[in-house]
Nanobody
Framework: QVQLVESGGGLVQAGGSLRLSCATS????????MGWYRQAPGKQRELVAA???????KYVDSVKGRFTISRDNAKSTVYLEMDSLKAEDTAVYYC?????????WGQGTQVTVSS
């Protein structure tokens, strides 16, 4: 059974930092595409950052230079380091993993940036 458990969201002032974690189980972690989406109120879910392969990453333009996605294969965990946060980063953040052509999602974690 595949499980994704997120943590690390919260309330932070603009300019601050947060680190999101997504601990996975039930998959061969190192082989999978994975990443983070976010959904702000009234907006569509958007891809924020992802590993398209074990060594290749991509980011939405609005977070380039501020967010960093990383992974710890030994812990089967993917991270999203978010620096220089802005009010427009406020959203629910979801991690995902693609395995055997199936997409699995975390439960979501709220990030709120106060201006």
């Amino acid at each position: 059974q595949v499980q994704l458990v997120e943590s690390g969201g919260g309330l932070v002032q603009a300019g601050g930092s947060l680190r999101l974690s997504c601990a996975t189980s039930g998959i061969i972690f190192r082989h999978n595409a994975m990443g983070w989406y976010r959904q702000a109120p009234g907006k569509q879910r958007e891809l924020v950052a992802a590993f398209t392969s074990p060594n290749n990453t991509k980011y939405v333009d609005s977070v380039k230079g501020r967010f960093t996605i990383s992974r710890d294969n030994a812990k089967s965990t993917v991270y999203l380091e978010m620096d220089s946060l802005k009010a427009e980063d406020t959203a629910v953040y979801y991690c995902y993993v693609i395995t055997d052509s199936n997409v699995y999602w975390g439960q979501g974690t709220q990030v709120t940036v106060s201006s």
